[in-house]
């Protein structure tokens, strides 16, 4: 009998939806609360066989995933492929060196090198936290003032990890992005996320709407690819934006939410997951 | 069973019947994100703050 567990820092609507799917699979799902967690670095006993990790928090995820990794777990997303997606200028360096088309993007450390770096990148242009989600304080600079403002607000009331810097060109995109779902090896389905009028933000978190969008040959070989510069072999959602000259990825999420993707594009999404990870305990 | 109380306004919580503990619920009163503590007996307390590396 495998000896499966679902990590989380709260329960979300995604983390119900996966232990129902596991229940009516006659699966079953221990849940580790990490509030409750206390990890003894000299402790190396294995649980489980697998765990699926849902943590809400980054750094969380990624502690307890190298814990049960090292007492011989499987966890999914691997510590490796969460250590790489939860930060964007670790995606973005993954994704170019796999040479996978990826928005031109550049870090700095200090405000003269966030100017020179901007002066290379030309207006607008986007500046991003590294660690963080849902859009939180993502920013579109239009010009050299706006640039001044931010840059000057992170200086005095940010903390360390304000003040580093990562920019990226700000690609034209028709209205929307695209989230790709990726479990194993299979694209088993794709949203548009629409951004609401007005808006240039398509997170679903922030009033973006979600379509179906057809899994194409090209779409399907890119997600492949970009899920492959991070680890792969697990659960990912593919952020990707189309361009006039094709499609170029902008982030990959290790715990991606899809609450609102079942419904557009017909796919049982949770029962997708729950599926592989009980695969995976048994490989 | 009885319901669970707010611990912001006092308000009346009612549990939907597949509602877990870990799940954040939302006050019907004041809108307060809460916790779902305990399902029997019903208890929540103040959801956690969303914190800066929290995500998907």
Redesign the interface.
């Known amino acids: 009998m495998v000896k499966a567990a679902i990590l989380?820092?709260?329960?979300?609507e995604e983390n119900?939806l996966l232990?129902a799917e596991a229940v009516k699979k006659g699966f079953e799902f221990d849940?580790i609360?990490e509030?409750e967690l206390i990890l003894d670095v000299a402790n190396f006993k294995k649980d489980y066989d697998v765990i699926l990790s849902r943590s809400?928090?980054?750094?969380r995820g990624l502690y307890a995933a190298k814990y049960y990794e090292d007492c011989g777990t499987r966890v999914i997303n691997s510590y490796d492929s969460q250590a790489l997606c939860?930060d964007k200028y670790l995606t973005s360096r993954a994704l170019a060196k796999a040479k996978v088309p990826t928005p031109k993007t550049l870090m700095a450390f200090t405000p003269d090198a966030v100017h020179k770096a901007v002066d290379t990148l030309g207006y607008p242009v986007v500046m991003k936290?590294t660690?963080?989600?849902?859009a939180?304080l993502l920013a579109k600079i239009n010009d050299y003032e706006a640039l001044q403002g931010v840059v000057e607000h992170r200086e005095v009331i940010g903390n360390y990890?304000h003040k580093l810097y990562y920019l990226q060109e700000h690609v034209n995109k028709p209205g929307r992005d695209i989230r790709a779902f990726v479990v194993g090896d299979e694209v088993i389905c794709a949203i548009y996320r629409v951004a609401k009028k007005g808006e240039w933000i398509t997170n679903t978190s922030r009033g973006g709407s979600a379509e179906n969008c057809p899994v194409t040959p090209e779409l399907r070989e890119m997600c492949l690819k970009s899920v492959k510069a991070v680890g792969g072999n697990g659960v990912y959602?593919v952020d990707l934006m189309e361009t006039t000259s094709g499609l170029t990825v902008h982030e990959i999420?290790?715990?991606?939410?899809f609450r609102n993707s079942i419904k557009p594009t017909g796919v049982n999404i949770p029962a997708k997951i729950v599926e592989f990870v009980y695969k995976m305990a048994k490989k | 069973m009885a319901n669970a109380e707010c611990p912001e306004c006092a308000g009346e919580i009612k549990f939907k019947p597949?509602t877990?503990?870990?799940?954040?619920i939302s006050c019907a009163d004041c809108g307060t994100k809460l916790?779902?503590k305990s399902v029997n007996p019903p208890k929540v307390d103040k959801?956690?703050k969303?914190?800066?590396?929290?995500?998907?």
């Open positions: 989380y820092t709260v329960i979300t119900k232990g849940k609360n509030n809400s928090s980054f750094m939860g936290p660690i963080g989600s849902w939180r990890f959602g999420n290790h715990t991606t939410e | 597949n877990e503990v870990g799940e954040i916790e779902v959801a956690p969303v914190e800066e590396d929290w995500g998907e």
